[in-house]
């Protein structure tokens, strides 16, 4: 084999770097990056969008609840108020449901632990409905 067949295999292994790189490689961190960073962006709204959910299906739970105890619309106000901050003092929705339970029955309103539950459901699907379409 002759030296000038092997040059472009010398000058490519002599090379530091490739097309489309930089000497260290910056801009294939700089892809990384910016995938970590995209992905980080989409979790900071899938969580803030999750909070709203939240926070607008126990709105709407309090509304529900105070049109079975017949309050007023002030009261209902209030109570739905009161229906999102209970949903602070502890994870998960059985504070709310409590809430709900316990200020249902404390009313005299006959109703079961399923119903309080299903009513749950039925609020986070129009309270994401509403969220979406504000969008």
Same mark, same amino acid.
């Given at each position: 084999?002759?030296v000038?067949?092997?040059?472009p ?11 489309g790189?930089?000497l260290?490689?910056v ?6 990056d ?7 962006a989409?979790?900071?709204?899938d ?7 939240t ?14 105890? %017949?309050?007023?619309? /002030?009261?209902? =106000? #209030?109570?739905?108020? +009161?229906? &999102?901050?209970?949903?602070?003092? @502890? ?5 709310v ?5 316990g200020d249902?029955? %404390?009313?005299?309103? /006959?109703?079961? =632990? #399923?119903?309080v539950? +299903?009513a &749950?459901?039925?609020?986070?699907? @129009?309270?994401?409905r509403q969220?979406m379409?504000?969008?």
């Amino acid at each position: 084999m002759s030296v000038s067949a092997l040059a472009p295999v010398a000058m490519r292994a002599a090379r530091p770097y490739f097309h489309g790189e930089t000497l260290l490689g910056v801009s294939d961190m700089t892809t990384f990056d910016d995938r970590e960073r995209a992905f980080e962006a989409k979790y900071a709204r899938d969580e803030e969008m999750a909070f709203r959910v939240t926070a607008r299906r126990n709105r709407l739970l309090g509304q529900w609840a105070a049109a079975k105890m %017949a309050l007023t619309p /002030e009261e209902t =106000d #209030a109570y739905a108020k +009161a229906v &999102v901050q209970a949903d602070f003092e @502890e994870s998960g929705d059985e504070d709310v449901i409590r809430k709900l339970f316990g200020d249902l029955t %404390a009313a005299g309103i /006959e109703i079961d =632990d #399923a119903a309080v539950r +299903a009513a &749950v459901e039925e609020m986070t699907i @129009e309270a994401r409905r509403q969220l979406m379409e504000a969008q």
